[in-house]
């Protein structure tokens, strides 16, 4: 974790985000105006949020909600409760969401939240009283129609209910499209909790048979054992891959014979780690980004693979599953290697995807079931890695810079439709 933390501090999140515009930007040659109209969030909100802990005293934590992009659809975005939420951290999540949903092509712009808080060392009641401070604080600027949050980082379904009720309380009635990821008995949607996973799972697969790797040959690495991690490691071990190694932030394990994925879970269920899981070496974070295999998937935060560690990977495959994990000269190191990468703004869209599947059944009153979503949302996953691909290799650039041009490109049709008012 603290590798993380360092990394985070030293590369700032922003910067990469507006970094990637520009390159993307200039291999489209946008016109400056147009630039100048997409590039930089629309609305940034900072909130105070007091929380009366359990012992009675009152702790001020620091919340935000950033609107980067309304301009193909309402906001669209998660809320991530952690120590090292910061205003960039978050306009760089919002800016990437703007790209992503334009990447698959769904009807929302770009937005994103978070409290700077540890959520692992507050009781429920803390948290409770604390997201439905924070709802309340950002209510004026969210809604179905305006801005949609969903769960990130340390935030769960319950977490989403919390938001749902105390918007609906404060309008009288239940809106339950106010946001994603709810639990299912008050309109979520089923596939939702796997659905980041499956369109790792998806893009990688699509990978793999572009780079005519058989699947069952393949060796999966997954840094970051939480919601997207552990399900994709399962879905991997699932379709007949070896999953050899998996992190948290409490250590790494290792077995080249590949990990028993269902014990992995239930063990980590168990003792809240993977740390410790028999049968498994344990193995330090800097190695386990360096094992040999076909496939590296970066699921826990920003910066884990940088100038400093780029070098060492050997992976042939490197999927983000989570939100900026490479860094932009790691990106170049990767590049020079040969190292197919699917960028995060593709490779992780399965959830925001089925986010949206989620809010048109809320909006319709008419839910579908588990198979629907998940064809769906396959359509649309191989549908974008094949828009993706086909920039990558018609325009002879990389796989980042190829969704970056597909999602900005987007983006600034519709802003040039709609012009600039007044
Ligand atoms: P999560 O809280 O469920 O899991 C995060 C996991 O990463 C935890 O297991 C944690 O222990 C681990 N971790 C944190 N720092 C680590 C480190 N330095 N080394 C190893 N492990 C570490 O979060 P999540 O929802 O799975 O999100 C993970 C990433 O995926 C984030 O970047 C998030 O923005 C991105 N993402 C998530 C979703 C979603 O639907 N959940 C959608 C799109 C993108």
């Not at 990767?334 to 959830?351: E, R, T, V």
Request: glycine share 8%.
């Amino acid at each position: 974790m603290s590798t993380t933390a360092t990394k985070t501090a030293e590369t700032n999140a922003y910067d990469v985000a507006l970094e990637n515009f520009d390159l993307a930007a200039n291999a489209l040659e946008l016109d400056d105006n147009l630039r100048a109209m997409i590039k930089y969030p629309e609305r940034e909100l900072a909130v105070s949020v007091p929380v009366r802990m359990d012992t009675g005293k009152v702790i001020r934590f620091q919340g935000y909600r950033v609107q980067h992009s309304t301009m193909r659809g309402p906001a669209k975005g998660g809320i991530r409760f952690h120590p090292n939420v910061t205003i960039d951290e978050v306009k760089a999540l919002a800016t990437w969401m703007t790209w992503k949903c334009a990447v698959v092509n769904i009807p929302y712009g770009g937005g994103k939240g978070g409290i700077t808080c540890n959520p692992k060392e507050m009781s429920m009641g803390e948290l409770e009283r604390m997201t439905r401070r924070y709802a309340s604080a950002i209510l004026p600027i969210i809604g179905p129609e305006k801005d949609i949050p969903a769960p990130d980082v340390y935030t769960t379904p319950q977490i989403m209910a919390w938001i749902m009720d105390t918007y609906s309380m404060m309008k009288g009635y239940p809106v339950t499209g106010v946001v994603t990821g709810k639990p299912i008995s008050i309109g979520g949607s089923l596939g939702r909790n796997e659905a980041t996973a499956r369109g790792c799972f998806y893009t990688t697969r699509a990978s793999l048979v572009h780079l005519n790797i058989p699947l069952p040959q393949a060796r999966v690495v997954v840094q970051g054992f939480g919601n997207a991690g552990s399900i994709a490691a399962t879905l991997f071990h699932e379709a007949g891959a070896k999953v050899i190694a998996v992190s948290d932030t409490r250590g790494c394990i290792f077995n080249a014979k590949g990990l028993d994925m269902p014990a992995v879970v239930a063990f980590k269920a168990k003792t809240g780690s993977v740390a410790g899981f028999p049968g498994a070496d344990r193995i330090t974070p800097e190695a386990l980004l360096a094992l040999d295999c076909e496939v590296l998937i970066p699921a826990a935060l920003e910066n884990a693979i940088t100038e400093e560690n780029a070098h060492a990977v050997r992976a042939k495959i490197v999927s983000e599953a989570a939100n900026g994990p490479v860094t932009p000269e790691a990106d170049r190191i990767l590049d020079s290697k040969g190292i197919f990468l699917i960028p995060d703004i593709l490779c992780n869209a399965g959830g925001v995807t089925v986010s949206y599947f989620e809010w048109v059944q809320d909006e319709n009153h008419l839910f579908w079931d588990e198979n629907d979503v998940n064809a769906k949302l396959e359509k649309i996953m191989v549908r974008s890695f094949n828009d993706v691909l086909k920039i990558h290799t018609d325009k002879k650039v990389n796989m980042r810079l190829a969704a970056n041009m597909l999602g900005v490109g987007r983006v600034a049709e519709a802003c040039r439709i709609r012009g600039l008012y007044p």
